[in-house]
């Protein structure tokens, strides 16, 4: 399921990250809850952990996800 690969690296203190949108607007976002995709490696899921990749949503995999 290529739509729950995370892709924002929260890289500030804080596990935070500044997520440009397509309205032009920038905001600083937290890192959300969901996991990494069930698929994955337990190194993998490590390694997600340890750089701080996420979703800047709860609701960012189904979000993405087309119809």
Do not use: M
């Not at 203190?13 to 959300?32: E, K, N, P, Q």
């Not at 809850?33 to 490590?46: C, L, R």
């Amino acid at each position: 399921d290529l739509y729950t690969e995370p892709g924002t690296h929260f890289r500030h203190g804080g596990r935070t990250a500044c997520a440009s949108f397509l309205d032009g607007h920038v905001s600083t976002v937290t890192l959300a809850g969901p996991p990494a995709p069930a698929s994955w490696p337990a190194d993998a899921v490590e390694l997600k952990q340890r750089l701080a990749i996420g979703y800047i949503s709860d609701a960012s995999v189904e979000t993405y996800r087309p119809n």
